[in-house]
């Protein structure tokens, strides 16, 4: 059974978590795309291990895990995560972490890019200043370092030179900076290319000989952060959604079996860009304190609002949804009403069907009672509260599609598995 899994909102939905549980039947995880703007949170017995680039599946003993050709790797925070599991007494070794040899490596000029534009009170879109745009960039562009190319140390050599060449006047014009020198970078990166070398390898060829083994895809990111159907230009640099989980892998000859939507139970987004549920309120502030929404990567504070089945169902429709996990239900628990957004009126026209700009919506909610009770040890669905199973029902039924389990805390075993 192949598995792709996908956050259905802006990031952030548990997804770490639930490819934790999930893995449990799975031979081989894989990343497709994003890099380590991603930060990937799992919580054994208060332990807590956050992945910017590693699958979260390799905590679990005996698993492949693998970054695919859509990814793109920062080798310092690749090594970094490599130390500090098996630091952790997590078994790494070329035998259980596969890296494509296609991946794009992102560079040092990819991160400083990517912090000036952000210096732009104009152009900034909030990102995480991880160098993964103008990455993304260099790759489209065709001038981009693979694995492949910065293993060989006389192709690095020259690919490096040309990309300072190019590079390093626009750094000064643009932005009055003096940009790079290649010998600092070229001895820093040689040094990684040799500790990444063994990891790295032809994953197309290496994933056909397994094609029997199943198969889970983490994704990063979140349908709404997609470059194409996200929040543009409010998004990421790659294709976030279930239909590049094959593509970003190399395994396209593999079929997907069930694709699963990850969506919190409320809705979070970090940096900036439309979102009509937003509340800067204190139940906004109830939810950022009681779900500790401080981004797993970059630590800034998540804004927060109440759910929107109008982008769930996009959501649903955009990946194929067979199923879905509602994650952090246990943070609605002290809430005496519950608002749920499930219409939009549009501010200047009167078009119907998905409003494909969100900045000029407002949000229809209908109310709902709260159970002010504690799920966060409920293990079995009927045990849960009457009014936290109709807020079950209630979204299965608008998105029609169904809710296979409902997470209740950050800990590992803190799921429910609903039959349905
Ligand atoms: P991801 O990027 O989708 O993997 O999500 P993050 O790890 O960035 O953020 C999710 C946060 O919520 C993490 O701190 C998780 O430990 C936590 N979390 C996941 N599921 C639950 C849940 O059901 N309840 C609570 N209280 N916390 C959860
Ligand atoms: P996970 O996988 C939440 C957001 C950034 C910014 C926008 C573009 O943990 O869910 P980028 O650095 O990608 O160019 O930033 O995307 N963003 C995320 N938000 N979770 C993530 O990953 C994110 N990765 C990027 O905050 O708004
Ligand atoms: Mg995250």
Redesign the pocket.
């Known amino acids: 059974m192949n598995t792709v899994l996908v956050?259905l909102q802006?990031?952030?939905?548990g997804?770490?978590k639930i490819i934790d549980y999930l893995c449990r039947n799975k031979d081989i995880i894989v990343r497709f795309q994003?890099?380590n703007?991603?930060?990937?949170?799992v919580v054994i017995n208060g332990k807590k291990f956050v992945f910017?680039l590693i699958p979260s599946g390799i905590l679990r003993q005996g698993k492949i895990c693998a970054i695919g050709n859509g990814a793109v790797i920062d080798p310092a925070v690749l090594i970094e995560e490599i130390k500090s599991l098996t630091e952790a007494g997590i078994m790494i070794s070329p035998d259980n972490l596969k890296i494509s040899l296609l991946a794009h490596i992102i560079m040092p000029y990819h991160r400083l890019m990517?912090a000036l534009r952000e210096k732009n009170e104009i152009r900034k879109?909030?990102?995480?200043?991880?160098?993964?745009?103008p990455c993304y960039m260099d790759k489209v562009s065709r001038f981009g370092i693979r694995v492949v190319d910065l293993i060989d140390p006389h192709f690095f050599e020259c690919k490096l030179k040309e990309n300072l060449k190019e590079k390093n006047p626009l750094f000064k014009k643009v932005y009055g900076d003096k940009g790079f020198s290649f010998k600092a970078i070229y001895e820093e990166y040689n040094a990684f290319a040799k500790i990444i070398k063994p990891y790295s390898c032809d994953l197309v060829d290496y994933f056909y000989k397994l094609k029997e083994k199943s198969f889970l895809f983490e994704?990063?990111?979140?349908t709404f952060?997609d470059v194409d159907f996200g929040t543009y230009p409010?998004?990421?640099?790659?294709t976030t959604i279930a239909t590049n989980a094959l593509c970003g892998s190399g395994l396209s000859f593999l079929k997907p079996d069930e694709i699963i939507g990850v969506t919190k139970a409320y809705t979070?987004?970090?940096?900036?860009?439309p979102f009509p549920t937003e509340l800067e309120d204190k139940t906004g502030e109830y939810f950022r304190n009681k779900g500790k929404e401080f981004?797993?990567?970059?630590g800034?504070p998540?804004r927060c609002g109440w759910l929107d089945l109008m982008l769930l169902r996009r959501a649903v429709i955009l990946n194929n949804v067979s199923k879905i996990v509602l994650t952090k239900l246990d943070i609605l628990d002290d809430l005496e009403e519950i608002k749920v957004c499930i219409d939009y009126t549009l501010k200047d026209s009167a078009s119907t069907g998905f409003p494909v700009d969100l900045s000029k919506v407002t949000p229809v909610y209908k109310t709902v009672k709260g159970w002010k009770t504690n799920t966060e040890n409920i293990r079995r669905y009927e045990e849960l509260p009457l009014e936290a199973r109709n807020y079950v029902t209630m979204i299965e039924d608008y998105l029609s599609c169904k809710i296979a389990y409902v997470s209740v805390g950050e800990m590992r075993e803190a799921i429910i598995e609903k039959d349905n």
């Open positions: 956050g802006w990031g952030d939905e997804k770490g994003g890099g703007n991603a930060g990937h949170t910017h990517d879109i909030g990102t995480t200043k991880r160098g993964i745009g994704g990063a990111q979140g952060l409010y998004v990421t640099s790659s979070t987004r970090v940096g900036e860009g981004g797993a990567t970059t800034r998540r």
